[in-house]
């Protein structure tokens, strides 16, 4: 599992502000994990359901499912983006919202839609993944 100290690092990273052999400052790291629990609280009332509760040091474990790690920091870098002025690579801008589309795949693959009684078809589910009923 990864930590909150690992997920700022690898943001920082991405946005080119921080050498990868170097630890963030610590108003850096401050101000990281303000946005980052921002953020996550925004992800999980859009229904990006991914367990989060809010973290407040740089030692902390990611309260949240493995799988949205890398999705948590390349967001998390688009975030901190105008913070240090800097240019995002198109690449580091794409993944992250490829990313936070799978993240919110993931959701709705774990809990899958259902029509409700008394709506035409309603012995079926709707399949994000196939964008088709399953009867």
């Known amino acids: 599992m990864a930590t909150v100290a690992e997920i700022v690092s690898g943001a ?3 946005l080119r502000v921080l050498d990868a052999t170097e630890a963030p400052e610590a108003e850096d790291m401050e101000t990281a994990i303000s946005a980052l629990n921002m ?12 367990g989060w509760s809010p973290v407040s040091s740089p030692a902390d474990v990611m309260p949240n499912v493995p799988e949205a ?7 998390l870098a688009v975030k901190l983006r105008p913070r240090y002025g800097v240019s995002i690579d198109p690449d580091v801008f794409a993944d992250a919202s490829r990313l936070k589309s799978d993240v919110l795949a993931d959701v709705f693959a774990s809990s899958p839609m259902e029509m409700e009684r008394g709506i035409p078809g309603w012995r079926c589910r709707y399949n994000i993944r196939s964008d088709g009923y399953r009867y």
């Open 69 to 75: 790690d890398e999705a948590i920091m390349y967001n």
């Open 12 to 14: 920082l990273g991405l």
């Open 39 to 50: 953020m996550m609280v925004r992800w999980e009332a859009n229904g990006y359901s991914v």
